[in-house]
């Protein structure tokens, strides 16, 4: 008799909780709309990023160039073998050969902090300036910010031409002034100043607007309960200022430094194929798109380790931003 009734109980339990089906189901027809908004997204990025960041990684263990790819126009199969990790190995042991990576390294982390640094100190100087109620102020943000609104190429050319060392207008001024006029973009490390000069002007203004968004977010009684108590321009700029700025700036400074890192345009347009100015991503397309045998494996190799190196990067960033207790 128990055993009955705790069967019947189970069937009866059974009945009244809906089965997986039934619940995908509903979920589905609720949220249909939604995946379908999604997914065109999500095909796009698969096949834009997901599936050449997995063939790219593929080719890292692998001997793939110009003469062994498959190509279809000369009726050439591909000839490529597995290599295990023999191209990180090799990148990694800094042969010259193979772009020397941790020179390069270093140049590509001295372009990149020194570019930042510049930006947000730069920046937040003139959102500083522009925080106040001057006169002509909304002039002055559309000309502080034209930089940013024109495309970078033309940019880089008129820089350029203005860093020519004969008829470029900077060593005119130099030649004016009586001082020495370098040659800009030649095999020296004025090269590597040129382009820091050149891409901190077309960041600032990014970084100007964002830190004036955050500047302007920040309450003014703070100000005032600051000046009550006597604090000095400096102590409110410490204690009320940079506080109030500290999500923002967080958020900005990773994102430059990733958009730095990874900044080809600049360099390639103003110097070239310059070793002065070389850095992890040019060599890479140095390697992919240039010489008699275009070696496909090392460019990929590069393109892990570049992938590698900013995604340790931003943990660790995040790790401390999480200590200092914000949330991001």
């Not at 997986?20 to 096949?47: Q, S």
């Not at 042969?95 to 390294?105: K, N, V």
């Not at 506080?243 to 990874?262: A, D, E, M, Q």
Request: glycine share 8%.
């Amino acid at each position: 008799m128990r055993g009955a009734l705790r069967t019947n109980g189970a069937l009866r339990s059974r009945r009244s909780d809906p089965s997986k089906e039934a619940t995908v189901r509903r979920f589905l027809e609720r949220h249909w709309y939604a995946y379908a908004m999604v997914l065109p997204v999500v095909v796009v990025i698969a096949v834009l990023v997901l599936f050449p960041l997995a063939q790219g990684v593929f080719f890292t263990f692998t001997n793939i160039n110009e003469g062994t790819i498959a190509n279809p126009v000369l009726d050439r199969p591909a000839t490529y073998s597995g290599v295990g990790l023999a191209n990180y190995l090799n990148v990694l042991s800094g042969d010259p050969s193979f772009g020397s990576f941790w020179s390069t390294l270093v140049r590509t982390l001295v372009w990149t902090f020194g570019c930042v640094f510049l930006h947000y100190v730069i920046g937040l100087g003139l959102a500083l300036l522009l925080n106040r109620q001057v006169k002509g102020r909304t002039a002055y943000r559309v000309l502080l910010v034209l930089p940013w609104a024109v495309p970078a190429f033309i940019s880089a050319f008129a820089w350029k031409y203005m860093f020519n060392a004969q008829y470029g207008i900077i060593n005119q001024v130099l030649r004016a002034l009586g001082l020495p006029d370098p040659i800009w973009l030649g095999q020296s490390d004025w090269a590597l100043v040129a382009v820091i000069v050149v891409n901190v002007w077309l960041g600032v203004p990014f970084m100007m607007v964002a830190l004036l968004g955050g500047l302007q977010s920040i309450s003014g009684d703070l100000y005032e309960a600051a000046e009550v108590d006597g604090a000095s321009a400096w102590q409110r700029f410490r204690d009320v200022t940079l506080p109030g700025l500290r999500s923002v700036s967080g958020t900005v400074v990773l994102l430059g430094i990733i958009w730095t890192f990874n900044m080809f345009a600049v360099i390639y347009l103003i110097t070239g194929p310059n070793p002065n100015t070389r850095i992890l991503v040019t060599y890479a397309f140095e390697r992919f798109f240039s010489g008699a045998s275009r070696d496909y494996a090392v460019a990929s190799t590069y393109g892990v380790l570049i992938l590698s190196v900013l995604l340790v990067f931003a943990g660790v960033y995040r790790r401390a931003l999480r200590r200092q207790g914000e949330v991001w």
